[in-house]
Structure formats: C-alpha cells, structure tokens
T-cell receptor
Framework: QKEVEQNSGPLSVPEGAIASLNCTYSDRGSQSFFWYRQYSGKSPELIMFIYSNGDKEDGRFTAQLNKASQYVSLLIRDSQPSDSATYLCAVNWGYQKVTFGTGTKLQVIP | NAGVTQTPKFQVLKTGQSMTLQCAQDMNHNSMYWYRQDPGMGLRLIYYSASEGTTDKGEVPNGYNVSRLNKREFSLRLESAAPSQTSVYFC????????????FGQGTRLTVV
C-alpha cells in the first residue's frame, strides 16, 4: 500500500488569509492527485484534481503539483469561515488504486 | 438527481449479528466502491467493482462481502459483526477510469457492541 502523508492540523488561519495545505506521497509513478473537502459528519466532496506539474486554479482554489518532490498542495485564497473543514489528499497510483491521506483540519477564524 | 444514496444512515449491531449496507447511484457510473473511515486512519478501500458483474478486494476486505446487483446498486454485507468493524462506511462511484474522481454517499455510521 502506498503512503500519502498530511499534517493533521488543525491549521488555523484568519478570515481573508491564504490557507496552504500540503501532501506528500510515496509512489513516484503516481499520475493523478485529488483534493476532497469533508465537513464534520458529512461525506467527502471532490474540489480539485491535478494531473500535470505546475499550478491549476479554480476560483479561490489553486492546486500545485511537483512530481519530482512528490508533493502536492492546495491553496485557498481569501479564506472564509465556510472553508473550515478537513481536506483530504488522494493519490491515484494505478488502475483502481487510490490512497487517501488522513486529512488536514482547517479552521478559518472570523 | 440524487447522486449516491446509502441506507441506513445509522445502525447499532450486537457482536455476531449480520447486516447489509445498501448503495445506489443514478449517475450511470461504471465503478463503485465501499470505504470505511476511522479516526486517524483515513479512508480505506474495502471492496470495489470496476464494472457490473465484477468485484475486487481493496485494502481491508476481511469480514466483508459485496454484491454488484446491477449497474446502479452495490451492497456491502457484514456476516458476523465485530467491534473492530465499528466505523463510518461510505459508498462511492466514479465514471470508471480508475482514478480518484469519486462521488460519495452520505455515509453509514455503524456501531458494533
């Protein structure tokens, strides 16, 4: 089983700041990377995916991938209290082979 | 459009009892999955079905069985529940490319006493 590591947090940021969430993975051959948001007591919801090195932006969210360093991150600009949730990193390392990290809890302080 | 629907939402079982968790999706997805989520362990794949008529073991299949009844439905059965199976169970579906783009059901919180 491949490993996906995330800092469990909580990561606390003030409202309006940039939240930076990080994830490292063990399998160098991994091809695709996903960020899920999970509110307390709810199911995970896909918010971003990235396949190529570099940045991918979608609204206030930016996913960053560095395959050489085996590192993927999620930036949330202009953080809002409604962004407070646990963010799960998921890595696809083969057909039907996806490993989830344990998640980083984000708290946005009004 | 309901997405992925799981039943029940909550369940308490006694050790040794059996039960089936039901899951249905209306997105015409080929692949369906059963995960369990435990504190500090993340989401772990129990079983998956890449297409109608096929099922395969995931990371933690022991103590579980599955049935892909048709393209829409994928059930998870606990034959003899154990306290170690206390968890939150999620069903998910995807278009079938085998990637991590999945849609999750609302979850079943199972307690085995």
């Amino acid at each position: 089983q491949k490993e996906v590591e995330q800092n469990s947090g909580p990561l606390s940021v003030p409202e309006g700041a940039i939240a930076s969430l990080n994830c490292t993975y063990s399998d160098r051959g991994s091809q695709s990377f996903f960020w899920y948001r999970q509110y307390s007591g709810k199911s995970p919801e896909l918010i971003m995916f990235i396949y190529s090195n570099g940045d991918k932006e979608d609204g206030r969210f930016t996913a960053q991938l560095n395959k050489a360093s085996q590192y993927v991150s999620l930036l949330i600009r202009d953080s809002q209290p409604s962004d407070s949730a646990t963010y799960l990193c998921a890595v696809n390392w083969g057909y039907q082979k996806v490993t989830f990290g344990t998640g980083t809890k984000l708290q946005v302080i009004p | 459009n309901a997405g992925v629907t799981q039943t029940p939402k909550f369940q308490v079982l006694k050790t040794g009892q059996s039960m089936t968790l039901q899951c249905a999706q209306d997105m015409n997805h080929n692949s369906m999955y059963w995960y369990r989520q435990d504190p500090g362990m993340g989401l772990r794949l129990i079983y998956y079905s890449a297409s109608e008529g096929t099922t395969d073991k995931g990371e933690v299949p022991n103590g579980y069985n599955v049935s892909r009844l048709n393209k829409r439905e994928f059930s998870l059965r606990l034959e003899s529940a154990a306290p170690s199976q206390t968890s939150v169970y999620f069903c998910a579906s995807s278009e079938g490319r085998g990637t991590g783009e999945a849609f999750f059901g609302q979850g079943t919180r199972l307690t085995v006493v």
